[in-house]
């Protein structure tokens, strides 16, 4: 009669545990090492999104400022462009108002010289030139009748010449004094006549003299002069 060890069964069920533990941890250490790996595709792909993310910024920022390397802009559309030099300084504004006019204005650093252009909303367009206190200098303007007028002014910003020329084909040129008055004028009428405007000498605003006694008739009473007032 054969024996039977009475530890044999406890042996293999040690060794089968043993085995798998072996496996378990065979298999844990496969899995840590996929996770790390995992890991670093993920923080790879992280950061290559990022860099994509960053270029593509860049890239709008650079268009948005530059425009497209190699391409231009068919329609730029704004309500208000404004010109800066290297300092920062403000040199020019073009912009639209509310009432519809438009103005390009230019200016001359450290200054409120420049130079303007603008067209109302009303259809009047000109061109105005400014000294170094804002003053207007020099204007030439067309108005919605169609006439032309060139202005130029002094230092006080009085307008002292004008030249016009009007819609029917006269032209006039008025100079003034310091005071805006107008003194002298000539131009040409719509026929074609020349015209000279003088201011009124003294003379010709006193009253006119009496009659001479000579002049009244025989018998009659000779008049007293006037009285001046």
């Known amino acids: 009669m054969t024996g039977v060890k009475p530890d044999a069964t406890p042996d293999a069920l040690l060794r089968q545990m043993q085995a798998l533990e072996r496996g378990m941890s065979i298999r844990t250490q496969e899995l840590e090492r996929e996770n790390r790996r995992l890991r670093r595709i993920w923080m790879g792909t992280l950061v290559s999104v990022a860099l994509l993310l960053g270029l593509a910024t860049a890239l709008v920022v650079v268009a948005a400022r530059h425009g497209l390397p190699g391409t231009v802009a068919d329609v730029?559309?704004?309500?208000?462009?404004?010109?800066?030099?290297?300092?920062?300084?403000?040199?020019?504004?073009?912009?639209?108002?509310?009432?519809?006019?438009?103005?390009?204005?230019?200016?001359?650093?450290?200054?409120?010289?420049?130079?303007?252009?603008?067209?109302?909303?009303?259809?009047?367009?000109?061109?105005?030139?400014?000294?170094?206190?804002?003053?207007?200098?020099?204007?030439?303007?067309?108005?919605?009748?169609?006439?032309?007028?060139?202005?130029?002014?002094?230092?006080?910003?009085?307008?002292?010449?004008?030249?016009?020329?009007?819609?029917?084909?006269?032209?006039?040129?008025?100079?003034?004094?310091?005071?805006?008055?107008?003194?002298?004028?000539?131009?040409?009428?719509?026929r074609g006549q020349s015209t000279l405007t003088l201011p009124e000498p003294p003379e010709s605003r006193a009253e006119p003299a009496p009659e001479a006694p000579d002049s009244a008739p025989l018998g009659a009473p000779k008049k007293a002069p006037a009285p001046r007032r």
């Not at 438009?102 to 000109?126: D, M």
């Not at 169609?146 to 010449?161: H, I, K, M, P, Y």
Request: net charge positive.
């Open 76 to 190: 730029v559309e704004a309500r208000q462009f404004m010109l800066r030099d290297r300092n920062g300084a403000i040199r020019g504004t073009w912009s639209a108002a509310d009432d519809g006019s438009i103005r390009l204005l230019l200016q001359t650093p450290g200054s409120k010289g420049g130079l303007s252009l603008s067209v109302l909303g009303g259809g009047a367009s000109g061109i105005t030139v400014r000294d170094s206190a804002g003053r207007s200098r020099a204007v030439l303007g067309l108005l919605p009748d169609q006439t032309v007028s060139l202005l130029f002014a002094d230092e006080n910003g009085t307008t002292r010449t004008v030249l016009s020329l009007v819609r029917g084909g006269s032209s006039t040129l008025v100079f003034a004094d310091r005071s805006g008055s107008a003194k002298v004028g000539m131009g040409v009428d719509a």
